[in-house]
């Protein structure tokens, strides 16, 4: 049986880095989180790195999670260097309702700090959770 050209360039491709590469070439490494929703509603989450300021940031929050799903949020440092690099040792992540956000607008969600929840998240909370962070 002959292959297709292609499928034996990746296959040796594939079974050469297997072995020997850390990353595939060119793709810049990430170490993700995730952020879980154990709720039965569609949520949508914002993470702050400026604790112990709890305000909401004027950026808009990440897109939706479904109910019993994950979304990852990626940093190009490790964890560890990550926190040091903030301003404090923990990360703020907000929740949000979908619902509110549209029935009041960003600027009201701010203004009257209309979240569902807030998790302070420490480097030991990560790493004791598997890099899991659940709603609610």
Not at 34 to 53: A, H, T
Request: one cysteine or more; hydrophobic letters at 35%.
């Amino acid at each position: 049986m002959k292959l297709h050209p292609l499928i034996s360039i990746v296959s040796i491709l594939a079974s050469s880095c297997s072995n020997s590469c850390e990353k595939p070439i060119g793709l810049p490494v990430v170490y993700p989180l995730r952020v879980q929703n154990n709720s039965s509603s569609l949520i949508f989450y914002q993470i702050s790195k400026i604790y112990p300021d709890t305000s909401i940031q004027d950026s808009l929050v990440k897109g939706g999670i479904l109910p019993s799903k994950q979304q990852s949020y990626e940093s190009r440092k490790t964890w560890p260097k990550f926190f040091e690099s903030l301003p404090a040792d923990t990360l703020s992540i907000f929740f949000f309702s979908p619902d509110t956000i549209y029935k009041y607008g960003w600027k009201q969600v701010q203004s009257k700090y209309l979240v569902l929840r807030r998790k302070d998240i420490s480097l030991k909370d990560l790493e004791t959770n598997n890099y899991i962070v659940t709603y609610p």
